[in-house]
């Protein structure tokens, strides 16, 4: 069953000149936000507002690329950042903020082989914080010299993260093979670091396909088990997605593929620990027939109970967002509900939860900027409130936004970031906002 549209309005929140640059242009503007919010005036329940700082701030003094974030309970902000490196290659090394995200200061790179990170839209490095104090990143990478192929590494951090451990690798190439390209991981609530990514299995598949592999670690990253293949027949090029929750109850979501090249989101679970996993689950909603690859993987979280998912399709035609829940554990879900509402070119969605909330940011094209065709910028959206909410602009750079991330700072509080690109380069940009109750 298709899932019933619903028209979204966007909120504008920040100061009309950086989108609007002549009067006649304020006016059109004005007209049709208007008539997006009259179409969207039908939902029900309260809604968050997010009112955001003016313009964005540097997450890096340098050129950076694909930011995750992390913020601790003290308030810090910890920014992992892929950086160019002279002569070729790049690095990873965090970024910290003591004040809040008003200034961030370079801390320790984290890759033992200098220029050896890999990152790309689907295979970008992952911050994760485990119970103890331990912290976690996570990266592509080439292997040593003379060697081919990528790896996926592991580094911990004991020190609050002042610095990164000698790392463990993760699915060296067999052969002379490519290796891992698109990857996740998760610390689960016991501690458990899971990783998944893409690569050969044990069983024939559909040619051109991949299996899902999983891995996890018992002892803080110290060892990993063996890959277990949790599927084969995986659309080769959409990072999987991972989840956990405090029943030992662990999550995984990849975009399948079958031989008449349908390639809908589907979502398994396991209940000891990776090594088998329930049959496959497709989320509701249009299925998409596509011969490639569409380079856009899902998103999962969980929140009082529930487990929510967020992906990509152009089933309908259009580039559309839709997001699910299941209570139940993977094997039933609700119906599939759009994300984006009017905001054309939506892509790339992540989920949070943030002040008991759940909050998705993404990437799209204002419908009023530049006659629909301005630079992509990020948005967020309250999905707690239902039909109510609608997605809002975060104040964005001169370029192109791509793969934003976000994450609360207590006290009704987010920051979201992302990586802007423009003719000068790469820099990593963030805004933060501030959470309160929708006037009526």
Known sequence: MRPQRKAGKVQHRIHPTQNLRTPARFTRALLALGTLALLAGCGAGPESEVVFETRPKPMAKQAARDPQLLVRASG?????????????GSDLRLHVSASGGDLFEPGPRI???????????????????????????????????????????VARSDDFLRSFGAPVELG?????????????????????VIVAWLGPGPEDSIPGSSHVLVSSSADQARNFSAPVSASPDVCPCC???????????????WRAMDEQDIRDLVIAASADRGQSWSPAQPVPGPSWKIDGCPHSGPSLEMMDGKLFAAW???ATGQSRLYW???????????PAEDIAGEILDPNHPQL?????????????????????????????????????????????????????????????????????TGDAGSAILAARGRITPAAP
């Open 239 to 253: 990072r999987p997605g991972l989840e956990a929750d405090a029943m030992g109850r662990w999550f995984l979501a």
């Open 324 to 334: 699910s829940s299941s209570s139940d554990g993977a094997v039933t879900f609700s």
């Open 76 to 88: 810090a902000i910890s920014v992992l950042a892929v950086e160019p490196v002279a002569g070729g």
């Open 172 to 192: 060296a190439p067999v052969g002379r093979g490519p290796g891992p390209a698109f990857f996740d991981a998760e610390v689960a609530p016991d501690g458990t």
């Open 312 to 314: 990509y399709t152009e």
């Open 352 to 420: 949070a939860v943030i002040d008991d909330k759940l909050f998705v940011t993404f990437q799209g094209r204002d419908p009023v900027d530049e006659a629909s065709w301005g630079a992509s910028r990020p948005f967020v959206r309250d999905l707690s409130a239902g039909a109510a909410s609608s997605p809002v602009a975060v104040p964005a750079g001169t370029g192109s936004s791509a793969y934003p991330v976000l994450s609360g700072l207590g006290a009704g509080r987010i920051v979201v970031a992302w990586t802007d």
């Open 111 to 153: 890759n033992r082989i200098p220029g050896s990170v890999r990152s790309h839209g689907e295979g970008t490095p992952v911050l994760l914080e485990g119970p103890g104090g331990k912290f976690y990143a996570v990266w592509l990478g080439r292997r040593g010299e003379g060697q081919r192929g990528n790896v996926i590494r």
